[in-house]
Antibody, heavy 115, light 112 residues
């Protein structure tokens, strides 16, 4: 079964850091591009970052550029999102999604930024 | 950035009746490779989004054929030929022709 499982969310103070992980299974992770998308409480979807299959090409949303970094470890079938300088407005459910079509999504991990 | 505008934002429908959602883009979604990367996603309550249609009208694996997509350039439509109870949720259009990827605001489909 093709599956993505996010982890690493939690409660963090403003200015803090978190590292999210997305574990892939059921497909050859190394040949697929990946994305991070978030959804603030009661709001719509916001794309955050993209990484190509090779890991060479990376794009990030203006809202997170310089604070969030996407990366991947194909040996571990894992995608990561390093989040620094977190703000209250970063509170959201964070999803990883496969390919430009976003054909497979994980269940999400919740990040709450609050003092 | 490409702005996607969905209408309506809320769509109360009777079971068994059709529903239609429009998605208008602020600029053409035709990619340099000739494809138009406009997708539709469904998000049921409490669930992550699911891909329904990609490249305007291609149904993703397992998607019922009562879901169809049409359009070109900047104007796109999702049609549900007849609404079933399991179709309740929020529907988003999404473009992946350019970075940053962008989503419409979402249309809530509910049963009257």
């Amino acid at each position: 079964e093709v599956q993505l499982v996010e982890s690493g969310g939690g409660l963090v103070q403003p200015g803090g850091s978190l590292r999210l992980s997305c574990a892939a299974s059921g497909f050859t992770f190394s040949v697929y591009s990946m994305n991070w998308v978030r959804q603030a409480p009661g709001k719509g979807l916001e794309w955050l970052a993209y990484i190509s299959a090779s890991g060479v090409t990376i794009y990030e949303a203006d809202s997170v550029r310089g604070r969030f970094t996407i990366s991947r470890d194909d040996a571990k079938n894992s995608l990561f999102l390093q989040m620094n300088s977190l703000r209250a407005e970063d509170t959201a459910v964070y999803y990883c999604a496969r390919l430009r079509f976003m054909d497979v999504w994980g269940q999400g991990t919740t990040v709450t930024v609050s003092s | 950035d490409i702005v996607l505008t969905q209408t309506p934002l809320s769509s109360p429908v009777t079971l068994g009746q059709p529903a239609s959602i429009s998605c208008k883009s602020s600029q053409s979604l035709v990619h340099s490779d000739g494809n138009t990367y406009l997708s539709w996603l469904q998000q049921r309550p409490g669930q992550p989004p699911k891909l329904l249609l990609y490249k305007i009208s291609n149904r993703f694996s397992g998607v019922p054929d009562r879901f169809s997509g049409s359009g070109a350039g900047t104007d796109f439509t999702l049609k549900i030929s007849w609404v079933e109870a399991e179709d309740v949720g929020v529907y988003y259009c999404m473009q992946s022709s350019q970075f940053p990827r962008t989503f419409g605001q979402g249309t809530k489909v509910e049963i009257k």
